[in-house]
Nanobody, 120 residues
Framework: QVQLVESGGGLVQAGGSLRLSCAAS????????MAWYRQAPGNKREQVAA???????NYADSVKGRFTISRDNAKNTVYLQMNSLKPEDTAVYYC??????????????WGQGTQVTVSS
């Protein structure tokens, strides 16, 4: 099996910064795409940023210029550097990965989520 474990959430004032980490472990052959999603109360889960194994990135318009996604392929870890945080960034942030296990087709996995709260 595969596990995704997130860390780095917390409470921060508006304008502050946080860095989220997500490490994948288990029976992993390769990981093509790693991404961060978020879900605020009453809202749908939305993709915040994504990164391929080759380093190509994509961001939601709401976070462009403020958030940076990166990954360490050797460690199967993805990061989300969040700067200039706003109260509307408050949400549970989830790590997502498209993982290929040996002998299996790629499957999608999710972390347990980490709370990010931005106070005004």
């Amino acid at each position: 099996q595969v596990q995704l474990v997130e860390s780095g959430g917390g409470l921060v004032q508006a304008g502050g910064s946080l860095r989220l980490s997500c490490a994948a472990s288990g029976s992993i052959f390769s990981i093509s795409v790693m991404a961060w999603y978020r879900q605020a109360p009453g809202n749908k889960r939305e993709q915040v940023a994504a990164i391929t194994s080759g380093g190509s990135t994509n961001y939601a318009d709401s976070v462009k210029g403020r958030f940076t996604i990166s990954r360490d392929n050797a460690k199967n870890t993805v990061y989300l550097q969040m700067n200039s945080l706003k109260p509307e960034d408050t949400a549970v942030y989830y790590c997502n990965a498209l993982v290929r296990r040996p002998g299996y087709r790629p499957s999608e996995y999710w972390g347990q989520g980490t709370q990010v709260t931005v106070s005004s």
